[in-house]
């Protein structure tokens, strides 16, 4: 199968938007300059009380770094989304970021999410694309680090409707690798050609 692009949008840093993915389209978030850090949190489409679990998506997967192949979870243990392609890793551990930022991406999530008729409180702890936390010997989950490169994606197909709100925080993980600064994300949708 091929792939055509329907739907394509950049996403400044601290910026935020919600992308409807229908069932079997992916979405592909791609890092433009290096060092980016993209929260996103999965909602049900035509039921915004089943929402993206980090908890699930960690046990189901056997594993806190995701990769191709991965599956991300709600909070009924359905299948969301699955990472069909990427070149870094991603993770979902709750644990610290390197700056809070001028605009934490908690905050910019909830603002975001409130278009679902999400209160600040109903948003889960989201997927950290490009992200990369640390874990010491002892199991204390450290802070975050960008695993990401100029260029580097990650393609994500819907496993039925969904809504995926997404957070550009790249301030919160330092500077870029690339010629230009870290920040801008490129979103597209692709959807699948017989």
């Known amino acids: 199968?091929?792939?055509s692009t329907s739907t394509r949008t950049v996403l400044g840093p601290g910026e935020t938007t919600t992308v409807t993915v229908p069932f079997g389209e992916i979405l592909r978030i791609r890092d433009i300059a290096g060092g980016a850090c993209c929260q996103l949190v999965i909602v049900n489409h035509g039921?915004?009380?089943?929402?993206f679990s980090a908890p699930n998506t960690m046990l189901l997967n056997k594993k806190v770094y995701f990769d191709e192949g991965s599956v991300l979870h709600s909070y009924l243990c359905n299948p969301m989304m699955t990472i069909t392609a990427t070149d870094v890793t991603h993770d979902a551990l709750p644990g610290t970021?390197?700056?809070p930022g001028p605009r934490p991406g908690a905050e910019l999530l909830a603002e975001e999410a409130a278009g679902l008729g999400l209160a600040p409180h109903q948003v889960p702890y989201p997927f950290?694309?490009?992200?990369h936390h640390t874990i010491t010997d002892s199991g204390y989950v450290g802070a975050a680090a960008s695993v990401s490169n100029p260029g580097s994606f990650i393609d994500l197909r819907a496993e039925f409707d969904v809504d995926v709100v997404l957070a550009n925080t790249p301030d919160l993980l330092g500077e870029g690798t690339g010629d230009e600064p870290p920040g801008t994300l490129e979103i597209t949708l692709l959807e699948e050609e017989a």
């Open 97 to 99: 970021l390197a700056d």
């Open 128 to 131: 950290l694309a490009f992200t």
């Open 47 to 51: 039921d915004a009380r089943e929402r």
């Open 1 to 3: 199968m091929t792939q």
